[in-house]
Every structure is written in structure tokens, then in C-alpha cells.
């Protein structure tokens, strides 16, 4: 171990004895909550930290297993797009030299606070092998004049896959908690606790991304798209079975499974 890992991983330790310490401050008993209060505030000064460096130590990103050696499709995109808005992530993409396939490929990340960005990202990939399947076979049929299309069968396809996107986004929402949890245990709720931890991932997310350069996104081009691809996206999108899978803590990941 180098001595900058070494220091890593004693800053890593001090951060979770901080963690523990500022959990215990909230302590019913009063005598204990202000000496775990006072022994994180100590921890602190002691290795100049501020209370945004330990909660930022919660945020991260998760890149993508699966790879293109060319700019991922829009509806590759508008997937992962819609996974991390359900899950509270930030969905960039990643393009850098792939030493294995001697190119540049393309992947997706997902910036988040953990354990979000590792369940969006299971959600993603299982997902987007579920439509790249389905998109194939409705390539293949156009190519082979069981479906009509006025484009060529990969346009077509691309059609497909964007209106199947459109159809799994509602059913992506419904898998995310909305404090639920706490009607079921007597609690009243107006989802206030929920907007609050939300926006405050938001704004440790916004700043972990301040610290990384990130290009602009290009504008996506209006595009007359064909209708009879689209409603075989719809179709086939409203066919897929989203079960839910969530442990407290993201202990479980999500089963998702077609019909």
C-alpha cells in the first residue's frame, strides 16, 4: 500500500467514526448526544473537515459495464435518463479510450448518493438488454417485410426503442418509494421529509459535479418519427413487468422480469 492510499483509508475510517458519532447526536439521551456531538466536531477540526465532506463522502458514481464504440443512441440515453431521474441520480456518459477494444467507447454513469446510483444502474442494464433484444427481432422483422416502415429497419428500430422507453417511464416512478413506509407505521406523512432528503442529495450531487469537467450535452434533433414503430415500442414497453426488489439501505437489488 502507497502512503497516499494509506492516508485514504485512515481518512476513510475517520469519516465513518464521524458518521457514527453525528448518527449518535441524535440521541433521545441527551448526556450521550452531546458527547458524540462534541467527539465529531473534535474528529473535525482534527483532520479539517466540514460536515459537507462527510456527507459528500455518501456521494459517487457507478459506470456501466456495457459499452458502445460509437455515441449511444438516443433511446440508450433517454433510458438511463429516466432511471436516474426515479432514482434521484445524475446520468452522464462517459466516453474514453477502451484498452480492451483499442477505441474509444461510450458508456453511462450514474452520479449519485449511494445507494442509489448502484440500483439505478442494475435497473438500467437490465433494462436496456431487455430493449436491445426487443429492438433487434423488430429490426429483423422489418427486414424481413413482416412490418412496414417508410425509413430503413435500423431507423425504424430507433423508433421502436424510443416509444418502448416512453412506456416503461411510469412504471420505473412506481418502483421508487414514496414514504409509504411511514403510513404503514403510524406515522403522518405529507412528504415534506421526502422533499427534504431529495434536495439534499441534489445539492451534494450538484457539488460532487462541480468538481468534474463535464461537457454539453448535445440538442437532440426534431425527427418525424414512424407511427408504426411507435406503436409497436408502446406495445411492447407496456408488456414488460417491473417487480420491485428494495431492501431498506439498498440491501436488495431490483427483479425485473418480462411478461
Known amino acids: 500500500?502507497?502512503?497516499?492510499?494509506?492516508?485514504?483509508?485512515k481518512?476513510?475510517?475517520?469519516?465513518?467514526?464521524i458518521k457514527r458519532c453525528l448518527?449518535?447526536?441524535k440521541s433521545s439521551n441527551e448526556n450521550e448526544a452531546a458527547t458524540a456531538m462534541r467527539q465529531a466536531q473534535a474528529l473535525m477540526r482534527e483532520y479539517r473537515l466540514t460536515e459537507l465532506d462527510v456527507h459528500l463522502s455518501d456521494v459517487g458514481e457507478v459506470e456501466s459495464g456495457m459499452a458502445r464504440a460509437k455515441r449511444r443512441p438516443t433511446w440508450d440515453r433517454h433510458l438511463s435518463s429516466i432511471v436516474a431521474t426515479a432514482f434521484g441520480c445524475q446520468p452522464l456518459s462517459k466516453q474514453h479510450w477502451c484498452r480492451t477494444a483499442s477505441r474509444i467507447v461510450d458508456r453511462a454513469l450514474f452520479v449519485g448518493v449511494t445507494p442509489a446510483p448502484q440500483i439505478a444502474m442494475y435497473a438500467y442494464e437490465t433494462l436496456l438488454a431487455k430493449l436491445a433484444l426487443a429492438r433487434r427481432e423488430y429490426v429483423a422483422q422489418v427486414r424481413a417485410g413482416v412490418r412496414r416502415s417508410c425509413y430503413s429497419p435500423e431507423t425504424a428500430g430507433d423508433h421502436f426503442a424510443l416509444a418502448w422507453v416512453s412506456a416503461v417511464h411510469d412504471k420505473i416512478q412506481d418502483l421508487v418509494p414514496q414514504g409509504e413506509e411511514d403510513i404503514a407505521i403510524g406515522k403522518e406523512s405529507n412528504g415534506s421529509d421526502l422533499i427534504a432528503v431529495a434536495s439534499q442529495d441534489k445539492a451534494l450531487i450538484e457539488q460532487f459535479l462541480s468538481g468534474l469537467e463535464i461537457g454539453k450535452a448535445r440538442k437532440a434533433r426534431e425527427v418525424e418519427l414512424d407511427l408504426?414503430?411507435?406503436i409497436a415500442g408502446?406495445?411492447?414497453g407496456q408488456r414488460v413487468e417491473?417487480?420491485?426488489g428494495m431492501a431498506?439501505?439498498?440491501?436488495?437489488?431490483?427483479?425485473?422480469?418480462?411478461a
Open 228 to 230: 408504426n414503430a411507435q
Open 23 to 25: 448518527a449518535l447526536s
Open 11 to 17: 481518512l476513510e475510517r475517520v469519516i465513518r467514526k
Open 234 to 236: 408502446l406495445l411492447a
Open 248 to 258: 431498506h439501505g439498498g440491501q436488495d437489488q431490483l427483479r425485473l422480469g418480462s
Open 242 to 244: 417491473l417487480n420491485p
Open 1 to 9: 500500500m502507497t502512503e497516499q492510499q494509506h492516508d485514504e483509508s
